[in-house]
């Protein structure tokens, strides 16, 4: 193409991404060097620390809960927001348009918001155990992920093709799971993928509700930080990313990715 | 103002595709010349090159003696008119018609005065303040001429200007633009895959297939002496037949088709006729004669179907399936044995290829 | 006939449960700011009285603001690049650009921990170099907040962005150079006015979710750089000032929501391509 970018813009882009992907590399880096303190780059090289991670009682208890709370809480993000997003598609000239926006306030609240209120609220008002207020937390936190990318790729799905299943005598309830599930995976995928990411990274929402006993893991490592700055912090930091990208690995094995293509 | 095109030998690859192959094309100073194809036959890859989008791998385009190959867009002074309008979605009408002024430094009161006057040349002068979603096809399409037109340029090019407008629209605009054209004396290249659209406007037509220009000539020349059997299905030959001479008796030849039918064909009428060729024949002109036994193709009648000005039938002949015309008067049902007589001024001799 | 409510009745489920955890409770939250037997607004004037709360507001307000404006021009340009590279090339960008988002908060505000540090990557590479005799302290600093930041945002900003730019139809900018535009004139007339409603998209993005951070002011800033994240968690769970607490919940509503609604509103009166 004879339209050239200014040689200056893609220096400019050059250092964008050192800037991007530097940090990262330092703290995996980092969680690699054997040395009682956090150094980059790293000095002698050892997994000591990965190991000492589960030495650690704390971090061992919170990254069971941090997995429980995503797997569950997108589960249930999805239970509720499937319905949702395919009603806003499928019958948007029966329900008011203000219903969408209702389905991303929890974006709009701020996280912070959202912790403390529930905190006041259900936690103290009610008495609800941590778990499950934790639980109501992060589902209502990835619930808007789950409404807006289905409900995204259900826009470009031809409802008439759900309707001609129905004509050839498909009950509405298979015809859904056998006609209109299977052409939106790709975006239920997607919804799965982000609301995971989201849940395993919050700290804002959690940060109120976790409580004797019971924390996540990013909380942890934030209270951790505080008291000790060794290189387990990068190790575990660095486990949490892997454990990011094994999800999307075995979600995109299971299911296919799709979305990242487009 | 108004200058020569010439393209020369130019060749063009989409990574390792070859998309144009060794094309050479020469517009006349002032002549409206249509590229027409089916979608992939190289007529936009042609467009886009002169307009500077792609580069080609060999060749010159020359536009009145300047040369335009190694050329940036924005120094090579065409009129685009593009098939989605590309108007500019911020800006009014007023300024998406002042848009190349401005880039020409016209100075903003001239510049306002010369889009108001193309606006009304295009009917447009009330809706100069609107923006471009506000407009119906027509007449962002309209505005998309006046924002060509309004620089003045050497060279006009269209690329399927019209195949987002509904049909009688299609046939109102193609008026508009070749009055307009031809008021303004511009040398113009219109691109489009509409063989009425292309023949109805243009001094010539170059008829493009597979990245190469199978014929450019006149459109009548088109219509009624396709140099090939590519150019004679395009323009609606439906029979092609192969044949071969049997016989030479001064200007009239025997020839024989497939399955041993003859016929009798005069070179005053048809033009000279090889030894070995292929006659290509419209549905008007293979008439169906009830009279098995007449000069022409025997031939069993199949599906009839009602055209308005005559019955067509499908017809099976020892010569392969063949289409063919018969009178309103006489309708005749299919079994019917028949014969097909070839009207020579609908037919045209075609070399074997 | 049971057709006419099966919308509500698939919507029923998140319908409720964002009307009873979401809404309720954070009403009930602002709700009780209003009710001081000090007085309707008590807790407000308590709060905007205290020179100390109104230095971590106006902190607040200049981290964000700052870190959405560099965030800004850096993603844009960025941006700008990405949608113009080549297939291949272009796909490596955006996956790049996406890794650090699927990494938490916590572990993208940490990195900055070790470089920004005292013995830090940072003052090695200084002192190293010879260019300080000292290692400066660049922690807890509204400098080392804003960086933090910054990094966190602009993968957001350059994925939102590069959306935008796609979005602009190809032939509207061929269109603008056969107008005998030069690329630098089809930039600053045609794609940079074009991209201005996304642009604010991006930016609503970045200063809401920096206005109201925690992790990064906390790690980074500490208690010498308090923000309006940090001091209500203060109020709350250290001092157990419920109202106080709550009371910065409220304002932090008020503007994320008055920000969101009013940008949105000028991004659509300036969204030429709406109709």
Not at chain 3, 7 to 14: C, F, Q, Y
Request: with cysteine; glycine share 8%.
């Amino acid at each position: 193409m004879p339209n050239r970018i200014h040689p200056g813009l893609i220096g400019f882009t050059i250092l964008v991404y050192i800037f991007l992907t530097g940090p990262l590399i330092i703290v995996i880096g980092a969680s690699l060097s054997d040395t009682t303190y956090l150094t980059f780059p790293p000095q002698g090289l050892t997994l000591r620390w990965f190991e000492n991670i589960f030495e650690i009682s704390a971090f061992r208890r919170t990254i069971v809960t941090s997995l429980q709370l995503a797997v569950l809480a997108t589960a249930l993000a999805l239970i509720v927001g499937i319905p949702a997003a395919y009603a806003l598609n499928r019958y948007r000239i029966q329900l008011p348009s203000w219903l969408s926006t209702l389905f991303v306030l929890p974006i709009l609240v701020p996280e912070i918001v959202l912790g403390f209120s529930l905190l006041k609220s259900v936690a103290v008002g009610f008495g609800t155990p941590i778990f499950a207020t934790l639980l109501v937390g992060h589902t209502l936190l990835v619930l808007p992920y789950a409404v807006r990318v289905i409900s995204a790729s259900l826009a470009s799905f031809d409802f008439s093709i759900e309707e001609a299943a129905v004509s050839l005598g498909s009950p509405p309830l298979k015809t859904f799971f056998t006609i209109v599930l299977p052409n939106v995976r790709s975006g239920v995928v997607a919804a799965f993928i982000l609301a995971f990411i989201t849940s395993i990274n919050d700290v804002s929402t959690s940060l109120f509700l976790t409580g004797p006993g019971i924390s996540t893991l990013p909380i942890q490592i934030l209270a951790h930080v505080e008291q000790f700055f060794d290189p387990t912090i990068a190790s575990v930091s660095v486990l949490l990313m892997f454990l990011t990208v094994a999800v999307m690995a075995i979600v995109e094995r299971t299911l296919g990715l799709t979305f990242l293509a487009k | 103002m108004t200058q020569p095109l010439a393209i020369d030998n130019l060749t063009a690859h989409y990574g390792t595709t070859r998309v144009l192959e060794d094309l050479s094309l020469s517009v006349a100073a002032g002549e409206l010349v249509s590229l027409l194809g089916a979608s992939g036959c190289g007529k936009t890859t042609t467009l886009r090159l002169v307009a500077g989008f792609l580069e080609p791998t060999a060749g010159t385009i020359t536009l009145g003696g300047r040369d335009l190959t190694k050329l940036p867009a924005y120094r090579r002074d065409i009129g685009l008119v593009f098939q989605n309008y590309a108007l500019f979605p911020h800006l009014t009408v007023l300024d998406n018609v002042g848009f190349g002024l401005k880039q020409r430094g016209v100075a903003g009161a001239e510049r306002e005065k010369r889009a108001r006057a193309m606006l009304e040349r295009v009917g447009l002068a009330t809706l100069a303040d609107r923006l471009p979603g506000a407009l119906s096809g027509g007449q962002k399409q309209r505005v998309a001429l006046a924002r060509a037109l309004v620089i003045e340029p050497p060279l006009l090019m269209f690329d399927e200007p019209l195949s987002n407008l509904d049909a009688k629209l299609r046939v109102d605009m193609r008026v508009e633009i070749r009055q307009l054209q031809r008021a303004n004396g511009t040398t113009s290249v219109y691109v489009t895959h509409d063989q009425e659209e292309a023949f109805s406007i243009s001094d010539r037509v170059a008829i493009m297939h597979a990245g190469r220009i199978m014929q450019f000539d006149t459109p009548e020349v088109l219509y009624q002496k396709p140099a090939n059997a590519f150019v004679a299905r395009f323009v609606g030959f439906e029979n092609l037949i192969a044949m071969r001479v049997v016989a030479r008796d001064g200007a009239n030849v025997t020839a024989e088709a497939a399955g041993g039918a003859r016929l009798i064909l005069s070179q005053e009428r048809m033009g000279p006729i090889p030894d070995a060729f292929v006659l290509a024949c419209r549905a008007d002109g293979l008439a169906v004669s009830k009279d098995a036994g007449a000069a022409g193709l025997p031939a069993t009648l199949g599906l009839r179907t009602y055209l308005g000005r005559a019955y067509q039938y499908q017809c099976e002949s020892p010569a392969g399936h063949l289409v063919a015309n018969g009178a309103l008067s006489t309708p005749l049902e299919p079994g019917v044995a028949a014969s097909l007589v070839p009207v020579a001024e609908q037919c045209c001799v075609l070399g074997v290829e | 006939m049971l057709k006419r409510f099966a919308g509500w009745t698939l919507a029923a489920p998140a319908t409720l449960v964002v009307a009873v955890f979401l809404i309720l409770p954070v009403a009930a939250t602002i709700a009780t700011t209003f009710a001081e037997p000090g007085g309707v607004f008590s807790p407000y004037i308590a709060f905007f009285n205290s020179g100390f709360r109104r230095n971590v507001l106006w902190r607040t307000l200049q981290i964000s603001l700052a870190t959405t404006a560099i965030s800004l021009v850096i993603g844009f340009f960025a941006a700008y690049v990405v949608a113009r590279a080549p297939g291949r090339l272009k796909s490596i960008l955006i996956i790049a650009a996406v890794f650090p988002l699927l990494t938490g908060v916590v572990v993208r505000s940490f990195a900055w921990l070790i470089i920004l540090g005292k013995n830090g990557i940072l003052n090695n590479t200084l002192t190293g170099l010879g260019l300080i005799a000292e290692p400066l302290s660049m922690l807890y600093t509204q400098g080392a907040v804003i960086v933090a930041m910054v990094y966190l945002f602009v993968p957001l900003m350059i994925l939102t962005l590069v959306g935008v730019l796609e979005n602009i139809p190809e032939d509207v900018i061929q269109a603008s150079s056969s107008l005998g535009a030069s690329p630098a004139a089809t930039f600053r007339q045609v794609i940079f006015p074009l991209a201005v409603p996304g642009l604010i998209v991006g930016a609503v993005l970045v200063f809401t979710g920096s206005f109201t951070a925690y992790a990064t002011p906390q790690l980074l800033g500490g208690e010498r750089q308090m923000v309006m994240g940090t001091l209500m968690y203060q109020r709350a769970m250290v001092a157990f000032d419920w109202v106080g607490a709550s009371t910065i919940a409220a304002i932090m509503v008020v503007i994320t929501i008055t920000v969101v609604l009013a940008m949105s509103r000028v991004a659509r009166r300036l969204n030429p391509m709406a109709t």
